[in-house]
């Protein structure tokens, strides 16, 4: 059975994980028979957002591990517990929680810097030539950490986070929602999801394409 | 485009809705072109549960509308704005929140009372002969509403919880966790889900199968 690693942190589109994004995540890998390994950090968001009026609520705090075992049913553990050796793939579902949790790109841009246990595992998971699904804004992190390596990547349409993210040597180009784009060499797969899908179809068809070649990539 | 009501009541299977078979209704529905019409209480949550310990956390409220906007991704209203004649059927999504939120059956039993806005919605939709689907332990909702109607549902296995629940009338039924029960005389249909589903694979099939026989019998 393939193990493969999440990284979720938190629960909801605009302070942790895109839910949609990371269920869809979990029903592929298990369709297709493998285990996800769903890791989150265990400190806190960088905000409460509320998600009916989309307003930051003030004095709030919730912790992203805590937060994703939500998403996970309970079945997650502290990024940083599990490294390479401990997976066959990794995969990165998105959410605004991706460019303010697990680095700081949202408020930073080129400058920003990625948690150091996520830049490590990531890193880790790469040398070791094992494919890494990034899906919606989570490009980002693939081009911030492994920007040197010239890594093929999506964001959907080229846009102003595809321009910052690309400063460090990542190249952008576009892609239709329902598709990926599989860097073969840096064995990377990207979707969209929702930085463009217009409902959870588009991201769902995306987002089984990108399991599918990840898997396929671990044989 | 048919229409269909999706009742949650939080985000978090503890505390609210389960997350997985809400976004998997969602993502059936928009498969088979239909549009869901997210409804959650305007009130506060039973509880706030910590879903990586499993324990209730003191001191914390959290709403039930503003926290399924998670889920929705903010495409909710509050439950009570929606009438039997804006949508062509109703789906009632699991989690403990169903029976904390929704009603009181995980404290009294066969004694319960169903939220008054959701029992007149659920007779609404059951008198205008449009179909309903219950989901994981939402048959319970059912049979506390409609008992008179000897509403054949499941809950998976025959557990406690169906014995209390048919008290009024309801018959429960043993069900394989990818199968449905299908009342036709009351147009009821439905699934275990995460009742005894061990993996998201596994609810969804029954969601599945689920969405494709409410969504039937509508036309």
Same mark, same amino acid.
């Given at each position: 059975m393939k193990r493969v690693g999440v990284v979720l942190c938190g629960?909801?589109?605009?302070?942790?994980?895109e839910i949609h994004e990371s269920v869809l995540t979990l029903l592929h890998l298990q369709r297709a028979g493998a285990r996800p390994l769903c890791m989150a950090p265990d400190a806190e968001q960088w905000a409460v957002c509320d998600?009916?009026?989309g307003k930051p609520r003030e004095g709030e705090t919730r912790n992203m591990l805590h937060e994703a075992a939500r998403i996970a049913r309970g079945d997650v553990v502290a #990024?940083?517990? #599990?490294?390479?050796?401990?997976?066959?793939a990794l995969i990165l579902p998105g959410g605004t929680g991706v460019t303010?949790? #697990?680095?700081?790109f949202k408020e930073k841009g080129a400058g920003a810097r990625v948690r150091p246990e996520l830049a490590a595992l990531i890193r880790e998971v790469h040398a070791a030539g094992k494919p890494i699904g990034a899906i919606c804004i989570s490009p980002v992190l693939i081009a911030l950490v492994l920007g040197e390596k010239k890594p093929l990547l999506t964001l959907g349409k080229m846009n102003r986070s595809a321009e910052k993210a690309s400063v460090h040597g990542a190249r952008f180009v576009p892609c239709a929602t329902e598709s990926v784009v599989v860097d073969e060499e840096n064995r990377i797969v990207s979707t969209p999801a929702y930085v463009t899908a217009r409902h959870i179809g588009e991201a769902d068809a995306g987002i089984a394409r990108l399991v599918a070649e990840v898997l396929r990539r671990t044989e």
């Open positions: 629960c909801g589109r605009f302070d942790g994980s998600h009916f009026d #990024l940083g517990a #599990l490294g390479a050796g401990d997976m066959d303010r949790n #697990l680095c700081d």
